[in-house]
């Protein structure tokens, strides 16, 4: 008997273990294992909190999106592990925005002016 895979999209005996991808799904790097603690749970849902559940960057532009909210390191955690918890290396934001942060595309000296907006109160 023969199935499609999940895997690769080919066609296996019924029996047959593909081993394409296998692995790389989840990676278990360092920062992984960092992202995984309480202590980082909490501190990403006060980030959120404390930005109203909203995504920063478009809220600075007038916008209110809360769909797909993720909370981003503006400095690496690969790069810097100690500001895993730190409030002003921290920002809540949008799939889209965190996507092009991460690229580049947004500057980080952008990304701290937000940050220190949120943190003085003058949302």
Known sequence: MLKACS???RIHDFN?????????????TDENKLRSTA??????????ERAFN???????????T??????HHVKKLRDDPSGLLDDNN????????HRQADAGEISV?????????RESGDN
């Open 16 to 28: 047959y273990v593909c081993n394409v991808g296998r692995g790389r799904r989840y990676s278990n």
């Open 66 to 71: 809360y769909d797909d909210l993720s909370i």
């Open 109 to 117: 000296e952008y990304l701290n002016e937000l940050i220190a907006k």
């Open 39 to 48: 202590a980082w749970q909490r501190k990403r849902d006060s980030i959120k």
């Open 7 to 9: 895997r690769c999209g």
């Open 90 to 97: 921290l920002i809540c934001l949008c799939g889209l925005h």
């Open 54 to 64: 909203l995504c920063e960057v478009c809220k600075d532009s007038g916008v209110y």
